[in-house]
């Protein structure tokens, strides 16, 4: 795969940008955003550290949606971020209309592009992107699971002290205050989470794993650097067909016994996007 568009150069979109550059994922950045400034001076900012690390990856600006063209992957972060004290639904109304006019140019620029919504709310915008694009759902996942997963990994990791990589776990559910991180299927290189830590321990991680990302934006407005970084996990398992088992925000038909509505659950996520849900 060699290009990917990034629809919202704001925050998120300018660390993603970076980070698919200095993993080297693709050939080539295209940041879109109605403030054409923003993109096209984010575009030039970074391909400016290109040449220090050496990695080889063309980044442009643009705020017209022809220069999606042949995008094979497409991340959707346009929108208005949440403020401090906002839920991710106050953000429900304004965002719906943004991202069904995103999904709309997609589908007339970039129609064989895999789409990965992240704006919030996000599992609303997922539904909203998948019906909008009328893409096969395999091509339609969002970005929510991922982040709360590294965050939940993150308070496993404080409190064992032992290695993040041993850890294994899974975040389903809602993407906002109902999230499930699953404490109970957590493990630490195989040994259940439940034996190796008391249970009021385990909801106080339960606990902060939900919460963290509204204590981030009180403290600094925004939450940043962990979305950038899961995003950016996720395109590696696309990109390198390494199906990999994430949580993504993806249409259910049946699965967990709903359907016609997206919500996080495990899938095996590849070089088609989401392969298989797993239940
Ligand atoms: N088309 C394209 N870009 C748009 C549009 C639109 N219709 N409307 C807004 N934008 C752009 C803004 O100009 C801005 O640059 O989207 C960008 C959003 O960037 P930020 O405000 O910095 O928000 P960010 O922190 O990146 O978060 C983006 O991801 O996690 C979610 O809740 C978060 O919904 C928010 C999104």
């Known amino acids: 795969m060699s290009k990917?568009?990034?629809?919202g150069a704001g925050q998120i979109g300018g660390t993603l940008a970076h980070l698919i550059g200095i993993k080297e994922l693709v050939n080539e950045v295209v940041l879109f955003d109605v403030a054409s400034g923003i993109a096209k001076g984010k575009a030039l900012?970074?391909?400016?550290s290109s040449s220090v690390d050496g990695f080889n990856v063309k980044f442009s600006g643009t705020d017209d949606?022809?220069?999606?063209k042949g995008s094979d992957v497409i991340i959707i972060t346009a929108g208005v971020p949440r403020k401090p004290g906002m839920t991710r639904m106050d953000l429900l109304k304004i965002n719906a209309g943004v991202v069904k006019d995103v999904v709309?140019?997609?589908?007339?620029f970039a129609d064989d592009a895999?789409?990965?919504?992240v704006t919030n709310p996000l599992d609303p915008m997922a539904q909203i992107a998948y019906k909008t694009s009328g893409f096969d759902r395999s091509r339609v996942f969002g970005m929510g699971g991922m982040l709360d997963l590294s965050r939940f990994k993150q308070f496993i990791h404080e409190a064992t002290g032992y290695s993040r990589e041993s850890t294994k776990a899974l975040v389903?559910?809602?993407h906002g205050e109902n999230m499930l991180p699953l404490t109970r299927f957590a493990t630490v290189s195989g040994i259940p989470l439940p034996t190796l830590l008391p249970k009021e321990k385990l909801d106080e991680i339960f606990t902060a794993t939900k919460g963290v990302a509204a204590e981030v934006i009180k403290l600094k407005g925004a939450t940043v650097h962990a979305p950038g970084n899961a995003i950016s996990a996720m395109i590696e398992s696309v990109v390198q067909d390494k199906k990999q088992v994430i949580?993504?925000?993806t249409n259910l038909d049946g699965e967990y016994g709903q359907k016609d509505v997206s919500i996080g659950v495990p899938a095996v996520v590849g070089k088609n996007g989401?392969?298989?849900?797993l239940e």
């Not at 949606?65 to 999606?68: E, L, S, T």
């Not at 989401?274 to 849900?277: A, D, L, Q, T």
């Open 65 to 68: 949606y022809k220069d999606i």
């Open 247 to 249: 949580p993504v925000s």
């Open 114 to 117: 895999m789409i990965i919504p």
């Open 172 to 174: 389903i559910g809602e």
């Open 274 to 277: 989401v392969e298989k849900i």
């Open 45 to 48: 900012d970074i391909a400016q």
């Open 4 to 7: 990917i568009s990034l629809i």
């Open 104 to 108: 709309g140019n997609i589908k007339k």
